[in-house]
């Protein structure tokens, strides 16, 4: 395992996880990640397992879909403060603000243009983990 933090990422495109682990390895977050490909699995991770330090949650998915899932962080007790930034390639103004109204903390769209995508994220993961392992 990779460094003093953990990111959980849900999604489930290959394509996009693939895409966003390279952004989170150039953005020299020192982190593990772990990924679950719906939200049936994620679910079960976050109930058995330790909390990650950040969430990276697809909006758009079959089964569990994005919004359910982040539902589900927020009702549990050791997940209820984690920070869960939505990923997302829609660009639809009502679906950033149900993620909002549901308890996001970020909102990210997932671009296309890798460079783009890389610094938007490089942005959110320092903000996020940066905040969430401060001693304060």
């Not at 079959?62 to 919004?67: C, D, K, M, R, T």
Request: hydrophobic content about 45%; charged content about 25%; aromatic content about 8%.
């Amino acid at each position: 395992m990779r460094g003093p933090c953990l990111i959980l990422m849900i999604d489930d495109n290959p394509d996009d996880i693939f895409i966003a682990k390279r952004a989170i390895l150039k953005s020299a977050v020192d982190c593990a990640i772990e990924e679950a490909s719906d939200g049936l699995k994620a679910m079960e991770r976050l109930r058995t397992g330790n909390p990650p330090h950040l969430i990276l949650l697809d909006l758009k998915m079959p089964g569990a879909g994005g919004l359910e899932i982040l539902q589900f962080i927020r009702a549990q007790e050791k997940t209820r403060y984690v920070p869960v930034v939505m990923l997302t390639s829609s660009k639809m103004e009502e679906d950033m603000k149900a993620a909002y109204d549901a308890g996001a903390n970020g909102f990210l769209y997932k671009s296309h243009d890798l460079i783009e995508f890389t610094e938007k994220l490089k942005t959110a993961l320092h903000y996020w983990i940066n905040m969430n392992l401060s001693p304060f």
